[in-house]
T-cell receptor
Framework: NAGVTQTPKFQVLKTGQSMTLQCAQD?????MSWYRQDPGMGLRLIHY???????DQGEVPNGYNVSRSTTEDFPLRLLSAAPSQTSVYFC???????????????FGPGTRLTVL | TQLLEQSPQFLSIQEGENLTVYCNSS?????LQWYRQEPGEGPVLLVT?????EVKKLKRLTFQFGDARKDSSLHITAAQTGDTGLYLC??????????????FGKGTHLIIQP
């Protein structure tokens, strides 16, 4: 299993440009999510999905769109990039096995995005 | 919003020393997770603690969940250079499910000097 994969690894955008960060997992996990990690801010949830066709907003959703057409893929779209979106973006997936606690989040390697 | 405060934010010690990292909140969590992140990589789960007062050991790492399930600690015995990294705690506000119920602390940057 490749686990959670993310592309690209690095990206530089100009203000106003749009782009899609790709995320795929091959573990058949129901849950997928997108985080951004900024110095001194920790990991903050952008959007998440509990299954194909179902998405919801996290803590910092403004400026980002997501869709989940398949179990495997969960792309994150930046509609009009702004310098405030300069960050490291992590995709994660998890399996809900009916446990009494939150299951392991499996993180991808991240995409480092710079918006000029 | 449930907040998780981690302390210290930065810690640099010599190889062989012991250390403790704290994760505190005023809120009760159904479970708490500890992740470790190395530069250029995503976080990797170390442990999940579920029961108040629970203690889990992972080789030289000892994790404890507070009796009231509001806080947790990570103790490393005889630190090694390979322990260097960012340690994150994450509290789950409800049982089951995924990322929507997780609150992450800001992390502790740990450097072990040879």
């Amino acid at each position: 299993n490749a686990g959670v994969t993310q592309t690209p690894k690095f990206q530089v955008l100009k203000t106003g440009q749009s782009m899609t960060l790709q995320c795929a997992q091959d573990m058949n996990h129901e849950y997928m999510s997108w985080y951004r990690q900024d110095p001194g801010m920790g990991l903050r949830l952008i959007h998440y999905s509990v299954g194909a066709g179902i998405t919801d907003q996290g803590e910092v959703p403004n400026g980002y769109n997501v869709s989940r057409s398949t179990t495997e893929d969960f792309p994150l779209r930046l509609l009009s990039a702004a310098p405030s979106q300069t960050s490291v973006y992590f995709c994660a997936s998890s399996y809900f096995g009916g446990r009494t606690y939150t299951d392991t989040q499996y993180f991808g390697p991240g995409t480092r995005l710079t918006v000029l | 919003t449930q907040l998780l405060e981690q302390s210290p934010q930065f810690l640099s010690i010599q190889e062989g020393e012991n250390l403790t990292v704290y994760c505190n909140s005023s809120s009760v969590f159904s479970s708490l997770q500890w992740y470790r992140q190395e530069p250029g990589e995503g976080p990797v789960l170390l442990v999940t603690v579920v029961t108040g007062g629970e203690v889990k050991k992972l080789k030289r790492l000892t994790f404890q969940f507070g009796d009231a399930r509001k806080d947790s600690s990570l103790h490393i015995t005889a630190a090694q250079t390979g322990d260097t990294g960012l340690y994150l705690c994450a509290g789950a506000k409800h049982s089951g499910g995924g990322a929507d119920g997780l609150t992450f602390g800001k992390g502790t940057h740990l450097i072990i000097q040879p």
